[in-house]
């Protein structure tokens, strides 16, 4: 069912450096900085860029963090792995936070279960169903950020770094190296979110406040003072592919922002009883000349009502959210035993 396009949600959105920035090239140099930022080749000729995989990764981290603090169990380990298993021997909390992917394929070697994509969807956390794991593609993307066109001319500068001596605190010997730097640059990347649910809006929506406020860092370095950013919103569009318009405005005539949960309810996906909520007056759906599909814009500085709209959505979502019983993490590791077998 989440193979239809229902509806999605695309977010323009501005990153201007506020700390130096660097986000490492993995290509190794013969010369040059030891730390070189990384380039694309774009309008013919070389320019740094910030990989959309880089930011996802910032995004989902932060998100889940948020989460994290409001309900321990609601996001997962992604790097599960032996060395953890073996923690989580001395420290059986820690299993709850059993990567989603993991306790999938012990669900279908133990149990012979077969992992639909609706199980994949309704039985992993929520940062797995927005953001995705190895059992369920996510419907949140993110695209690479290039320099605005009143950056372009900007490059990276090399900076010197030493490496201290832990006796002296001093400078160590034969320990410099150089790095390159971007500085008063702003970047431009697309998120875009598929098929989303309400609550799911209201999480990204924390996101971009903080992001706005400057508490994000992307690259490396960030223990040195760098990669601080800070995020503007340049416009936020909202689609709908559906029949007619009369499916998103209520008895008063009033916008209403309709997750897919509200427009496709289907158990078998889990999704959220109340995925709906109201836009604030002056905002509506409409169908533009030659297109297929509804849609709602909010212009630069107008994004905060959207935003504002959600978050109440994502707070109710997470102070509901319990571990689904086919998920439990009892299920996959028996602590009883020293090896760690499943059950």
Request: aromatic share 10%; with cysteine; net charge negative.
């Amino acid at each position: 069912m989440l193979k239809k396009l229902i509806n999605e949600c695309t977010v323009e959105l501005n990153l201007k450096t506020v700390d130096p920035l660097l986000v490492k090239s993995g290509l190794a140099t013969v010369s040059g900085a030891d730390m070189a930022f990384v380039m694309t080749y774009r309008n013919g000729r070389p320019e740094p860029y910030l990989p959309g995989s880089s930011l996802k990764g910032v995004i989902r981290s932060h998100a889940e963090r948020i989460a994290r603090t409001l309900k321990s169990p609601s996001a997962c380990e992604p790097f599960w792995n032996e060395d953890i298993e073996k923690e989580v021997k001395s420290s059986p909390a820690r299993a709850e936070t059993m990567w989603c992917g993991e306790r999938f394929k012990r669900r279908e070697k133990s149990f012979e279960e077969v992992i639909t994509n609706a199980t994949a969807y309704k039985d992993s956390c929520p940062a797995c169903r927005f953001f995705g794991s190895t059992y369920f593609a996510g419907r949140f993307g993110v695209s690479d950020a290039y320099l605005v066109e009143e950056s372009q001319s900007r490059r990276p500068m090399l900076r010197d770094g030493v490496g201290i001596d832990r006796f002296t605190g001093g400078a160590s010997k034969r320990a410099k190296f150089e790095l390159e730097v971007l500085t008063d640059a702003t970047f431009k990347c697309t998120l875009h979110i598929r098929n989303f649910e309400v609550w799911q809006l209201g999480w990204l929506a924390y996101v971009v406040r903080d992001l706005k406020d400057k508490l994000i860092q992307v690259g490396s370095g960030k223990s040195r003072g760098l990669g601080r950013v800070e995020g503007g919103v340049e416009s936020v569009t909202v689609s709908y592919v559906i029949a007619d318009d009369n499916q998103l405005r209520d008895g008063d005539g009033l916008a209403r922002l309709r997750g897919i949960g509200s427009l496709t309810p289907d158990e078998n996906y889990g999704f959220a009883s109340d995925d709906e909520t109201l836009l604030p007056g002056g905002y509506s759906f409409a169908r533009p000349q030659g297109k297929l599909r509804y849609e709602c814009w909010f212009e630069q500085g107008q994004d905060a009502p959207l935003w504002l709209a959600c978050a109440p959505n994502w707070d109710r979502y997470i102070a509901d959210y319990r571990v689904e019983p086919h998920m439990d993490h009892t299920r996959f590791i028996d602590l009883r035993t020293e090896g760690g077998d499943d059950e």
